[in-house]
């Protein structure tokens, strides 16, 4: 006979996620409906460095645990090692590391293939991964803020506090997925009536991308790029009226924190890995060829989404 775990039994849960930021956030849902199940249960999270800090202020971690790639098998074992000190009432993997079989937790549960999840969006593929404890569809992602990041919003937009904000996020990881500056420019311009600034978003990256959007739109402009951090631009998209950009992490920071959003697709699977949420709306041309996509289109969607 199986053996049943009550909810007020389960007090610590380890969480294994994934490296790049959109894909942590769209783990989000499974989290959130895990604690939700057993409030007074606190986790232990395994990711890698870059995605730490999406989870700096959640109130009910116990500790984050780096997977260090650069160390290779060494810090595989050195992982292992650490968690082998625990012992968890639930465990939960969606990365298939293998890890589940070395540490010890009552139940455990695994990443649900890609090959039964084909047709069906990420965070209801993770979702299903604790089908068997959570009956109910994955919640809308989520991200947790402090006091500081509000308040660095404020003193950054203190001279347009009543403005109507468009966010811009012109980067992307690869040539692929990135929708030219030029066709930025044209949808801005389109869309000039209904928003007073314009600030732009992202990492150093993206630095060139933002001289050349200054340099072909004549309008009020903030420059954000390579100046703040993950969760202090995450602020800044919460206090935007809409934000528009690339396939990239900052779509799903935009979900995450319920700012209408609009992301321009190239090549990728919108249906499986587009933003999670009501506000998350999105374009794909036929031919998967980002440039193709015509600015008078997404200006027509977003205008619309405006309305509502």
């Given at each position: 006979m199986k053996k049943i775990l009550k909810d007020n039994s389960v007090k610590k849960i380890l969480f294994i996620t994934l490296s790049n930021i959109g894909d942590v956030i769209l783990t989000?849902?499974?989290?959130?409906?895990?604690?939700?199940?057993?409030?007074?249960?606190?986790?232990?999270?395994v990711g890698d460095k870059r995605s730490k800090i999406i989870f700096k202020y959640c109130p009910y971690i116990?500790?984050?645990?780096?997977?260090?790639?650069?160390?290779?098998?060494?810090?595989?074992?050195?992982?292992?090692?650490?968690?082998?000190?625990?012992?968890y009432?639930?465990?939960i993997d969606l990365r298939s590391d293998a890890l589940l079989?070395?540490?010890?937790?009552?139940?455990?549960?695994?990443k649900v293939s890609n090959k039964s999840s084909k047709n069906i969006h990420s965070?209801?593929?993770?979702?299903?991964?604790?089908?068997?404890?959570?009956?109910t569809s994955p919640p809308p992602t989520?991200?947790?803020?402090?006091?500081?990041?509000?308040?660095?919003?404020?003193?950054?937009?203190?001279?347009?506090?009543?403005?109507?904000i468009l966010s811009l996020g012109l980067g992307a990881n690869f040539e692929g997925k990135i929708?030219?500056?030029?066709?930025?420019?044209?949808?801005?311009?389109?869309?000039?009536?209904?928003?007073?600034?314009?600030?732009?978003?992202?990492?150093?990256?993206?630095?060139?991308?933002?001289?050349?959007?200054?340099?072909k739109f004549k309008g009020i402009i903030i420059d954000c790029c390579g100046?703040?951090?993950?969760?202090?631009?995450?602020?800044?998209?919460k206090k935007s009226d809409f934000y528009v950009g690339n396939d990239s992490g900052l779509g799903h920071l935009a979900s995450a924190v319920d700012t209408k959003s609009f992301t321009v697709f190239g090549v990728g699977q919108p249906n499986r890995y587009r933003p999670w949420g009501r506000n998350a709306f999105w374009i794909q041309d036929k031919s998967y060829q980002i440039n193709n996509i015509d600015p008078k289109i997404v200006a027509n969607k977003i205008i619309k989404q405006l309305k509502r």
């Open positions: 989000v849902p499974t989290l959130e409906s895990l604690h939700k199940k057993y409030p007074n249960a606190i986790f232990d999270i116990n500790n984050f645990v780096e997977k260090d790639k650069d160390l290779g098998w060494y810090g595989v074992l050195m992982l292992i090692k650490n968690l082998r000190q625990e012992s009432d639930l465990a079989y070395f540490i010890k937790s009552k139940k455990k549960f695994f965070a209801e593929k993770h979702h299903l991964s604790i089908k068997k404890i959570i009956k989520n991200i947790w803020l402090s006091n500081y990041e509000n308040e660095l919003t404020k003193q950054i937009l203190k001279k347009y506090s009543n403005a109507k929708w030219k500056v030029t066709k930025f420019v044209e949808l801005t311009k389109l869309l000039q009536n209904y928003f007073d600034i314009v600030i732009l978003v992202g990492d150093q990256n993206d630095a060139i991308l933002s001289r050349e959007f200054i340099l100046h703040y951090n993950l969760l202090e631009t995450c602020a800044i998209i």
